[in-house]
């Protein structure tokens, strides 16, 4: 079964062939909340942590870290430290 969340570290090249500064910024504040991926999403973690949890899985996310949410994913975010990170929808 292929992973729902991947997780990896760009090299800076990496992240500027990919235009991330460009994107858009998301927030949040320490809370839980359910979410459904209707789409795919890929997003680089400025600052925060978070815990998201899937059926199959408990994942940790931090700072630096670039996440693929794959489309269809429903899952349990909880931030356990403000997020702030760029994202985009594919």
Known sequence: MEQQIQIQK????????????????????????????DSEEQCLILEGEVEVKTAQETVSIRPGDFVTFKKGLSCKWDVKKPVRKHYRFL
Not at 24 to 36: H, M, R
């Open 10 to 37: 760009l090299s800076k090249a990496e992240l500027e062939e990919l235009a991330v500064k460009s994107w858009p910024i998301w927030e949040k504040e320490v809370s839980n909340f359910d979410w459904f991926y």
